[in-house]
């Protein structure tokens, strides 16, 4: 696992940047494994930017979200379609037909989340795949005792993490209770991996990724087997390490 500490939030994104835009100047047709949360609007921001200075395209990537609430239809102005669609994709090139998040309103969900598994695999696999983390070391909505060998499944969110996505909802009543997410196994068979974490609520999270024991009860922690992981941290949630 490689970690690289920048001095601030802003110079966390901007490395976390460098490096998606390298990886589709060096393969236009690039496969992205895409993530959300707040963590992630400061990152689409500045690449939309550095798309809109003619810096970088994305007319040929492919991409792939890890998660989204089930019983969100994709219009729904929480569900993570509508995040993709107002951070990153209606701002930058890429083409809507080539992107993908799995559908929080399947009639059968668990068939849904097979479907991905198959989609994602007949697109070659992810060649970079975006996470972020959760206070409790979640990675997608691979929660605390996730199945490290997991799939693309069906997963109830913990209240800490209904807690943290509160914000977004009238009540925590309307805060969804189960998501479709992409596996650890998923996560862990992209060829490289780009963590990005900030602020020093992720710091000890942070610290149980890298240095804690391998374990499901830090589904994070399963980035130590992936040879190709990079952790991108400011300052301050690299404080625990
Ligand atoms: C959600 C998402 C994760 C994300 C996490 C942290 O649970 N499913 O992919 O990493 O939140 O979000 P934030 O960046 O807002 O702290």
Known sequence: MKVLILPDEQAAVDRAADIVARTVRDAPDAVLGLATGGTMLPLYETLAQRHAAGDVSFARTVSFNLDEYIGLPPEHPCSYHSYMREAFFDRVDIDPSRTHLPRGDAPDPQAAARDYEAAIERAGGIDLQLLGIGRNGHIGFNEPTASLGSRTRIKTLTDSTRQANRRYFDS????????????????????????????????DAVARMVEGPLSAACPASALQLHAKATVVLDR?????L
């Open 236 to 240: 301050e949630a690299a404080g625990a």
């Open 172 to 203: 925590f009543d309307e805060t969804p209770r189960y998501a479709i997410t992409m596996g650890v196994a998923t996560i862990l068979a992209s060829r490289a991996c780009l963590l990005l974490a900030t602020g020093a609520a992720k710091a």
